[in-house]
């Protein structure tokens, strides 16, 4: 089949006989990011750039027979190139497309008729900044390359066990201190650092101009030690923890008993709504992964439970975002919530879930997704973990992803994610390596609907993987990204060693010290 050298594919494509020679480009229209952008990586690529002669470009935005605001129209015949998109998203969409046909035909370009529009309306790309603090500029490349890729949401995990990453005037401590653990995982150096405000606006306004959304999260009530180190006073038992060293989910939260945590969320809240701004119309407030020992044993936990008439820690815990959810609406943003929660327990009709349960089915999934009335972003580790070895999750796995493979639902389908966890990820490179080229495969995923040809597909990504090397991010080989089977289960191995290590023993050593000392103190009171 003769198809276009693009990755993502767009949805509809011609090809017709001729090519077009694209060395010499000139451009009619009024300024844009879109085009200004286009410009100056072309002029890097060699194009030359004129006024007056070369192929003209023509592009317009309004009237255009595709009514999705991401959508395009792209012509390359004898006349020269034509674009027209009905908003600004669009125009930029089909900017970043030709900019890699110019590289990927040498600048002869086949005539063409591109009619596209993406199938996800949430095209997302979760970015842990919590477990290792990137750079104000690495995060900017990251935007980057989720642009190049059609995404249009960075879901930005900000703090978590191991790092508070986001300045709040109220809680200075939590970057003064939270920010930073003495060691990491298979280190003993030392590793800190967090966004100012003015940071956090410039990466907002950078990904906006993008077409891209970024959505906050402050994991709540779950992976909150650095908090909890900060101010010790918003767990159960007011310990002094330090900011979680090593890997593995922590089993303090948030005490959910207390009114003063409650203010704290919500002062914290309202410093991210106010910075984030007009475009981001989402918070995510976590909800996964809450142990819930501290609760049993605590005093205040047990007073809440028994006063709201509550049967049990995961009641509570459905009443703790609950609270949440509602301060969220009430402001006018959207709270979504990573779903684990007992899916009998009501949360806020309004809350988006996003789905990320393991391997096989989930039971408890499959009834939220049944029963919730906000709507969905699927994200199931098994396909969309880029953290994981390639050989637990193969470049050809992540292309066959689809999104209601793990019980979500098409009517209340928003979309999909994409998530880069970094509990092993320290630096941009590794980064890189583990995004690059998986993240190819499911933005294809994400933008293009139905059958899927992967052979196709690896032909087209060898043009991408120049591209993107080209642009300064380094794609792990076709070969590592397939791995052989002996070379996969070695990868696994030595991945499910690392998970081992330290996560269960150090909380196994905690809860025993933890039930000595807080339950007999609570009930010799
Ligand atoms: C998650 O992986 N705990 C959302
Ligand atoms: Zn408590």
Redesign the pocket.
Known sequence: MNRLNLVPYPKSVEIFDGTLDCKALRIAGDECFAVSDFVDKVKGMGAEISLADGVKIIYAVGDCEISDKEGYILRIGDGGIDIKALEQAGLSYAFCSLRQLLFNYAFKLPYCLIKDEPYLKHRGLLFDVGRYFYSKDDVLKIIDLCYLHRLNVMHWHLSEDQGWRIEIDKYPLLTQKGSARSHTNFGIKPHKGFYTKADVREIVAYANERNIQVIPEIDMPGHIQSALACYPHLGCFDRKLPVATHWGVKHDPLCAGKESVYEFVFDVLDEIIELFGENTKYVHLGG??VFKRRWQICERCQAVIKKEGLENEEQLLGYFMRRVCKYITDKGYTPIL?NGLDADIEVSDDAVWQF?GGEGENDNDAARSAKSEGRQIASD?EHTYLDFPYGKLSLRKAYSFNPLNKGVREEKLLGAEISL?TEYVPNFKTACARLLPRMCALSEALWLKGEKDYSDFERRLGYTVKYLNREGFKSRALKIANPSKVRGNLQNAWFNRRVLHWQGLHNLLDDAYVSRKFSKKSKTK
């Open positions: 996964d992964e990573w990320w580790s966890w």
